[in-house]
């Protein structure tokens, strides 16, 4: 059984930085895709970004492109989120998700989900 526990969240000012991380224990970390999804107040959760199991190029929502940075240590079984530039609209709680490969950007198409880490982005 697969369990995701995301860390990393709390109150940044607009314009600031951080970092997500999300830790995969239970299976083989490399063969799941691994997907972040953002679920803002009052809103459906939204696919943020995803990457492969080995070197593809990661895939993001064009609103975070150029400012988020999706990576993974598979030695670590470890995922990440750097997010910098922040916007107020990027307030809400980030998911960790996994699906054996390939990549999907649905919230159906996921397997596993982590528990959240809420991200509070200040004006």
């Known amino acids: 059984q697969v369990q995701l526990v995301e860390s990393g969240g709390g109150l940044v000012q607009a314009g600031g930085s951080l970092t997500l991380s999300c830790e995969f224990t239970?299976?083989?970390?490399?063969?799941?895709?691994m997907h972040w999804f953002r679920q803002a107040p009052g809103k459906e959760r939204m696919f943020v970004g995803a990457?492969?199991?080995?070197?593809?190029?990661?895939l993001y929502v064009q609103s975070v492109k150029g400012r988020f940075t999706i990576s993974r240590d598979n030695a670590k079984n470890t995922l990440y989120l750097q997010m910098n530039s922040l916007q107020r609209e990027d307030t809400g709680v980030y998911y960790c998700a996994a699906r054996p490969l390939p990549i999907a950007i649905t919230v159906g198409g996921m397997r596993y989900w982590g528990k959240g880490t809420l991200v509070t982005v200040s004006s």
């Open positions: 990457i492969s199991g080995g070197d593809g190029a990661p």
């Open positions: 239970g299976q083989a970390f490399s063969t799941y895709a």
